[in-house]
């Protein structure tokens, strides 16, 4: 090769090779977006199939984006070398479901440092603990059931009190409306960060209210230590401290206790789509209590894979990226298809059906390593990366609810709509998964 043949392939090289395609662009017409946002989930899916291909860019409102998706997409977009996440996130979004200042907008070491005092909480130890304390609050609450209730509502209170609790908050000093308010509070954040304006300005206010709930609990641990209660996470982030060993604002460590409590409460809308899983037809029910032990965790894995949650993640590309063959120009506005990459044929056996099978003997991997092919909660690494800290309070959740809807419990599933609407977020059965308990049924 001669020196000029040579500096040319470096030259290539350098800007992805010869192949590197343009991402190609579908235009959309105003009078498309009401149309397209009913899509929903299969939104970004329906914008790569006008194209046809993996990689898309589309505008809305002026605004360009380029959405990728699958295993190793997601793999490049988890490389801090290739995106930021600062600046990314839409302010409808920080303002209701994450807050601002939070984890979730923090790169480099500062991020690093602030995803330990998360990750610190989850100790086998403590999420043992928090095992027994939901199995015991939902056996209380599903004692309680007298004729048909949503298993939403139920999820959302258990799931409040028992967060609340773990995390060192005396829940007994709150009466029951309060607890209820503080409960509906969590989901209305997450469900107006992507809704009309009147939700969106309800689920601001919601926010503000929970902040000042948030900060006064944090003031007030500041005050009056709890001895014995360090680890837990009121504490833990009263105490936290910036990179210059400065306590964070009382405000910052509020929203930080509130992306422990939020997201655990979220989990009420898993567990509805866990009635879905278990009631809506037999099969899967039946499959799961055939063997349970075995089934279980495989079960949960599916559930988190098949159905929709978290729509999408966003980025900025800080230099020139190829994916799939397309090139990302450096600045580009970027997100990973969450739900897409879940539903991935490319990675993925018959991604639209529900098969627990698919995971026996891969649970372990998926949620406990450095993964991207199932990424219901973000992928990469824990500590490192911005992945949810939250997999294994998850995970123990649905096993304790599994195991009671299925071995503890017996129901009578009422007529209802069962339907899951894709246009929602997030989505669960429009009737909220209603149960009416079989009281001779009870094990002992
Ligand atoms: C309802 C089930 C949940 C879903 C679908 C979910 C999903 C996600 C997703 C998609 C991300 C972003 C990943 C990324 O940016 O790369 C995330 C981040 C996060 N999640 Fe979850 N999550 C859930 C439950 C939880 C729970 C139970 C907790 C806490 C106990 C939690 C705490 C967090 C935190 C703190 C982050 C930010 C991590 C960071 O930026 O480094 N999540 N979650």
């Given amino acids: 090769m001669n020196m000029k043949n040579m500096n040319k392939k470096v030259l290539e090289f350098y800007k992805g090779g010869p192949s590197v395609k343009q991402v190609p662009e579908t235009k959309i017409k105003l009078t498309e977006i009401k149309d397209l946002i009913h899509q929903g989930y299969q939104l970004l899916g329906e914008l790569r199939e006008d194209v046809n291909a993996p990689v898309v860019k589309a505008k809305f409102l002026n605004q360009a984006i380029i959405a990728i998706y699958g295993e190793e997409a997601a793999r490049i977009f988890y490389d801090a070398k290739n995106f930021t996440r600062e600046g990314a996130m839409p302010k409808p979004v920080l303002k209701t479901l994450f807050g601002e ?16 005092y998360f990750m610190d909480l989850m100790s086998p130890e403590r999420m043992d603990d928090y095992h027994i304390l939901l199995d015991k609050n939902l056996t209380e609450a599903l004692d309680k059931q007298d004729g048909e209730f949503e298993l939403f509502d139920l999820s959302n209170q258990v799931l409040f009190n028992t967060i609340c609790e773990w995390s060192g908050i005396h829940v007994e000093r709150y009466d029951s409306e ?8 969590q989901i209305s954040m997450i469900s107006s960060a992507i809704t009309s304006p009147t939700d969106h300005l309800k689920g601001i206010t919601d926010r503000k209210h929970s902040e000042k709930w948030a900060k006064d609990l944090i003031k007030e641990a500041r005050e009056h230590p709890d001895p014995g209660k360090e680890n837990h996470a009121l504490y833990v982030f009263a105490n936290a401290t910036d990179l210059d060993g400065k306590l964070l604002p009382v405000d910052v460590a509020a929203v930080e206790l509130l992306n422990i409590i939020r997201p655990t409460v979220a989990l009420t809308v898993w567990m509805t789509l866990m009635g879905h899983a278990l009631f809506a037809q037999k099969s899967i029910y039946e499959e799961l ?6 089934l279980q965790d495989p079960f949960i894995q599916e559930m988190r894979r098949y159905y929709p949650f978290f729509p999408m993640l966003p980025a900025n590309a800080v230099r020139d990226v190829e994916i799939d ?16 990459t879940n539903h991935d044929e490319r990675t993925i056996d018959s991604p639209d059906a529900f098969d627990m099978k698919r995971y026996i003997g891969k649970t372990k991997d998926i949620s406990y390593e450095e993964q991207y092919e199932m990424i219901a909660q ?38 209802q709509d069962w339907t899951i609407p894709m246009d929602q977020f997030p989505t669960y059965p429009n009737s909220k998964a209603l149960l009416i308990k079989d009281t001779s049924c009870i094990q002992a």
């Avoid at 990302?328 to 969450?338: M, R």
């Avoid at 990469?380 to 096993?399: P, V």
Wanted: aromatic share 10%; charged share 30%; glycine share 10%.
């Fill in 325 to 340: 063959g397309y090139k990302i120009p450096k600045d580009s506005w970027v997100v990973l298809d969450v739900y897409g």
């Fill in 289 to 294: 209590k055939a063997d349970f032990d075995n």
């Fill in 101 to 116: 200042d939070g984890v979730q907008t923090l790169e480099g070491k500062e991020h690093h440092h602030r995803k330990h």
């Fill in 378 to 415: 973000g992928g990469g690494k824990f500590r490192e990366m911005h992945r949810c800290a939250g997999e294994w309070i998850t995970l123990h959740s649905m096993r304790v609810f599994a195991d009671q809807l299925v071995n503890k419990y017996e129901f009578t599933v009422p007529e």
């Fill in 178 to 185: 309060t607890l209820e308010k503080l409960a509906r509070n």
